[in-house]
């Protein structure tokens, strides 16, 4: 039921779930069970992960924070199950989740895996710790090992994976470790390493010529503006030499490691970018092969989908599921939220990447029969007297249904790979569906009650 409730509200907030007193409460003796293990309902949250026999699999992973400083009264202080974020201070919580997408459609098909972690509220510094000689099992940061492991684990049918990271994940430790055979990394560089033959990775790269010019698309955010950025590339095979400190606790660890590297920088005339504004540079390191154009293009590709998860998150927050918001008074509640909040983001994720999805009936994936009856009813008055404003997609395609909910949430018709609606005007549409879904319900059920 509570599922169920998160499904047609759209929110992690129980008050706005319509749910009468009783239910609350129920709601409430529900979420601080013992017998409602995270475990049970992890099971539940990767379970779409286990039925896919997919050729190419990208796993996306990433770290992200709720706060609950405002919400502090509501919790005991003994309450084991939250602590503090990283600033030693703010009560919360930590979520680092992994998308599966199918790399043939770039839709995605599930949670792969969900670790949620907090800080001990009275933990030591970091030097106190001695943080950095602990082995990297003993670390939070194991985490980006763990969750490919255990990822993979669950796909025994699926072919090959990639699995994607920003910078937090470059670490010598997992480029070392012995991975499932069908795994491929890709992480973004984050330190300039210390290669075999005595270089830094930067200096040896700066020796390489630039060996293509393209363009890419730049999707933008707080830091950055939409753009087309005009792009340098060039790749290289290089050889990773093992770090002094991880030599010292890592006995196993090998002296070097093989690894291609791809870096692209943004060609930028002054004046091009909004002041403050930091062109493109990345280095990509990745464990597949890269000797053309073609291939370094295709890696590159894959690693801006890592932004994927980034509209992930942001559905999980205020402008969407609300989950800083929740009236839970214990971390366990809330953490039991977060699994249940998780499988149905989602399925909003979902509309977001399937907007290209023309393929017949491809809408069946997410919207049931008398959801999409009530899609075409819907669809008349959105649409415009010109080809331009109206949906041209084949009908209960994805193409077709993400057109009509991006209306519903406030989008305006034009071309909607160019300027495609976000994650938060999806759920917005996707809360007003809801809402005309159970009027629509109501009216059939009473239409049929006279009728007999």
Not at 126 to 134: C, P, Q, V
Not at 274 to 294: A, D, R
Not at 317 to 332: A, D, P, T, Y
Not at 345 to 374: C, H, M, W, Y
Request: charged share 25%.
């Amino acid at each position: 039921m509570i599922a169920e409730q998160i499904r047609l509200n759209l929110t992690a907030v129980v008050n706005r779930f319509g749910l009468n007193k009783a239910e609350q409460v129920a709601t409430e003796r529900f979420m601080n069970n013992d017998n409602v293990t995270l475990e049970d309902l992890g099971e539940v949250l990767c379970e779409p992960c286990r039925r896919q026999s997919l050729d190419h699999v990208l796993l996306i992973q990433d770290t992200s924070q709720y706060n609950y400083e405002s919400h502090r009264g509501r919790f005991s202080e003994d309450d084991a199950d939250i602590g503090v974020l990283g600033d030693n201070r703010s009560l919360g919580l930590f979520v680092h989740p992994t998308l599966g997408i199918d790399d043939a459609t770039g839709l995605p098909f599930g949670i792969t895996d969900l670790t949620i972690y907090h800080l001990a509220k009275d933990r030591k510094l970091k030097g106190e710790r001695d943080y950095t000689n602990l082995p990297i099992a003993e670390k939070h940061s194991y985490r980006w090992i763990k969750s490919i492991e255990d990822s993979v684990a669950k796909m025994p049918e699926v072919k090959s994976f990639t699995a994607i990271a920003d910078r937090e994940a470059d670490m010598y430790e997992l480029f070392a470790h012995p991975l499932d055979a069908r795994v491929e990394l890709l992480v973004r560089s984050a330190q300039n390493r210390k290669l075999a033959n005595g270089q830094l990775l930067h200096t040896y790269l700066n020796e390489q010529v630039w060996q293509e010019e393209y363009e890419l698309e730049i999707k933008g955010n707080k830091k950055r503006s939409d753009r087309t950025a005009k792009m340098m590339i060039k790749w290289s095979t290089v050889e990773l030499a093992c770090p002094d400190n991880i030599k010292r606790r890592e006995k196993d660890c090998p002296a070097t490691i093989s690894m291609q590297v791809v870096e692209v920088r943004e060609i930028v005339e002054p004046g091009e970018l909004v002041e403050g504004e930091e062109p493109i540079h990345w280095y990509l390191y990745t464990t597949h092969e890269v000797t053309n154009l073609e291939q370094a293009l295709q890696v590159v590709a894959w690693y801006v989908k890592r932004w994927w998860i980034e509209d992930f998150f942001r559905l999980t927050k205020s402008k969407g599921f609300e989950l800083e918001q929740s009236q839970f008074s214990s971390g366990i509640a809330i953490k039991r939220l977060i699994y249940l909040v998780y499988g149905e983001a989602i399925r909003v994720l979902g509309l977001r990447q399937g907007r290209k999805l023309t393929t017949p009936n491809s809408a069946a994936l997410v919207f049931d029969k008398t959801e999409l009856l009530l899609l075409k009813v819907l669809l008349p008055p959105l649409q415009g007297r010109t080809p331009s404003q109206a949906n041209l997609n084949p009908t209960n395609s994805m193409a077709w249904a993400v057109w009509i909910i991006a209306r519903l949430g406030g989008w305006t018709p034009r071309n909607i790979n160019v300027r495609p609606p976000g994650v938060i005007t999806l759920i917005n549409g996707m809360k007003i569906f809801k809402q005309r879904l159970e009027g629509f319900k109501l009216a059939r059920s009473m239409k049929n009650h006279y009728r007999r």
